[in-house]
């Protein structure tokens, strides 16, 4: 009976034994299970969480494209795409745009207006399971490149040799590059570059002359307001301080002359960010506050302008299809081809009250606002004719062709355009002596207000808009001016006078960027002269604006011979275009954004 009793207990025990053996296994494996999961759940919680991190880094990079693309559409006067997705780093990003309220016009104390336009801008992405929205409220502001005195779209190089004053609005898109032989004075309390600005050529060397710039006034043009000027110092005006190029955006350590480590002593000088603040703000016992000459490092940001495509005949469209023009090789112009086509017209063309169309055969062609051939109507007003322009022909074996308008004629034969546009173009045009232009007469005065603009180079000879002055511009490839004294005699080797001529409108032209040893001639030649105007005057009441390269006018800046000598520079912003009834027809905008708050 022991025997199997104790048998059967030490099965039991056995069975016991097994049954906690088993369930150690299991509460063990259970435990590995749970850590397992927990491990599990805990990498998933990180894998969210980077998820959540890269989508929300998304969508908040998304913002800043998306606010650039809604300025350059407004920019380009194109309605903005307001849904839809950005692929930012190879992912989607989806974005949705809203107005909110209504556009306003912002008047500045000196009279320069604006229009602002508050928008919000929303942008959601998802990564590895996590989604995340990113939102900003901007308020867009379009300004009138004509309320400029000088409007750069890249780069703007100032080395006048005369002394130059400049009243009006200075603004680079790019970087600002200043000095000369003389004395350049910017009158205004508005001096901008989006990158740097600096005491030195662009194109190699040590820039000479004096820059005077105004201390911060609110209205400049205010005859009664303070008007005091502090030196921009180069290199050389620094003396024995230690300086790459001057005071300015190089000048990034400072100068503690007596090592104090405060920048307030005898001969100590402020890093320029902080003392451009100092050196041009309000004068002693001002009341007003700002600051003429900011930088990039003061926060100045890019003002989106037209693309060059806004003064060619066709301009593509954004997805290169859904257009009414396309190219046909054979006869190498664009023909109509509606809603199959890759280009539409161009801006400028598009609206013209006047077309004036060179084709490939020389011939001219003519229509008004709604499509109407006044070819014949015009015949005396507008010819064909060429002018010789050496800096597109060395040579000067040949001319460059042009659509030639006597504004005055025009005006007498009924079709001057009622919208104050015209535009003209050669349907072939190339460079050098390719580059068919435009040639304006009898403008002297203006039967209206007018803008003429050109997909090729515009030659305005003789006074322009002098009597009973208008609001008036000229926009083109190039701007080249020729005196009253001009009467298309000029060949190759002669340099004819030029006598004291007067044009009062705004340009957009074009340029090239200066590099190394190749010198694009600077604002002082942003409009382009043929003649020898060697102590002669000219004088230009307007705004200067450069915000694309020449595509057909590419012949390079060149002193002397039989290209030209330079003029007396008179020239100066015009004060009319502070009033925003009073700027030329089809002012182009450029436009900024002003963060007002994210989340």
């Known amino acids: 009976m022991r025997g199997h ?68 559409s407004l920019a380009n006067w194109e309605d903005p795409v307001l849904e839809g997705t950005k692929t930012i780093a190879g992912k989607d990003v989806r974005f949705l745009i809203r107005e909110l309220g209504v556009r306003q016009t912002s008047v500045d104390s000196s009279g320069v207006a604006s229009i602002v336009q508050p928008f919000e801008i929303q942008t959601t992405s998802a990564e590895d399971g996590a989604q995340r929205t990113a939102r900003t409220i901007v308020n867009v502001e379009w300004m009138p490149l004509f309320q400029f005195a000088v409007f750069y779209g890249t780069d703007l190089e100032i080395h006048a ?48 002359g004096s820059v005077d710039i105004r201390r911060y006034v609110d209205d400049p043009f205010d005859s009664g307001a303070p008007s005091e000027f502090e030196r921009m110092l180069s290199q050389d005006q620094f003396g024995a301080t230690s300086t790459t190029s001057g ?8 100068y503690d002359a007596d090592g104090d480590g405060l920048f307030n002593g005898p001969g100590d ?55 009414d023009y396309r190219f046909d090789e054979e006869s190498g112009t664009y023909i109509e081809d509606p809603g199959n086509g890759t280009h539409d017209r161009g801006y400028f063309y598009d609206n013209a009250g006047l077309a004036v169309i060179v084709d490939g055969n020389g011939q001219l062609r003519v229509t008004d ?8 109507d015009v015949a005396g007003a507008i010819t064909v004719d060429e002018v010789a322009d050496m800096r597109q022909s060395d040579s000067g074996s040949e001319g460059t062709p042009v659509a030639r308008i006597d504004l005055e004629l025009l005006a007498a034969t009924g079709h001057f355009p009622a919208n104050g546009l015209v535009y003209a173009s050669h349907e072939l045009l190339g460079e050098g002596t ?80 200066s590099e190394s040893g190749r010198y694009n001639g600077g604002l002082e030649n942003l409009p382009r002269f043929h003649e020898d105007w060697a102590g002669v005057a000219c004088n230009i009441a307007g705004s200067f604006v450069n915000i694309f390269d020449s595509e057909h006018a590419t012949g390079d800046w060149a002193y002397g011979g039989d290209r030209y000598t330079a003029p007396v520079r008179n020239w100066q912003y015009d004060p009319l275009f502070n009033d925003v009834e009073s700027l030329p027809p089809f002012t182009p905008m450029a436009v900024t954004a002003t963060g007002v708050v994210s989340w």
Do not use: C
Request: net charge negative; glycine share 16%; aromatic share 8%.
């Open 369 to 376: 606002a709604a499509g109407n051939d006044v070819t014949v």
């Open 247 to 254: 005071y300015d955006s190089n000048f990034t350590a400072g």
């Open 161 to 208: 040799g005369p002394d130059l004053t400049l009243r009006g609005r200075v603004h680079s898109n790019g970087d600002m590059y200043l000095g000369g032989g003389s004395t350049i004075t910017l009158d205004t309390n508005y001096v901008r570059a989006v990158g740097d600005i600096y005491r030195m050529n662009k194109h190699g060397g040590a820039a000479a």
């Open 5 to 72: 009793g104790a048998a059967r207990a030490g099965g039991e025990r056995a069975g016991v034994a097994l049954v906690y053996a088993v369930f150690g296994t299991f509460v063990v494996a259970s435990m590995v299970a749970v850590m397992f999961t927990l491990a599990g759940a805990s990498g998933a919680r990180a894998d969210v969480q980077r998820g959540a991190a890269r989508a929300r880094l998304l969508a908040e990079g998304a913002l800043s494209v998306v606010e650039k693309d809604l300025r350059a």
């Open 434 to 513: 390719d580059a068919g232009g435009l040639m304006l007469t009898g403008g002297a005065e203006l039967a209206q207000s007018l803008t003429v603009a050109s997909s090729g180079p515009v030659y305005v000879q003789g006074d322009y808009n002098v009597t009973d002055k208008r609001s008036a511009a000229v926009i083109g490839d190039a701007v080249n001016l020729l005196s009253n004294a001009w009467d298309g005699s000029k060949a190759p080797g002669t340099l004819p006078d030029a006598t004291e001529t007067t044009y009062n409108f705004a340009m957009i032209t074009g340029s090239y960027s």
């Open 269 to 323: 000088w402020l890093p320029f960010e902080f003392g451009a603040a100092e050196l041009w703000g309000p004068p002693s016992g001002s009341s007003g506050t700002g600051q003429t000459v900011m930088t990039g490092q003061h926060g100045v940001t890019e003002a989106v302008t037209p693309d060059v495509g806004s003064i060619q005949m066709y301009e593509e469209t954004a997805s290169g299809t859904g257009g």
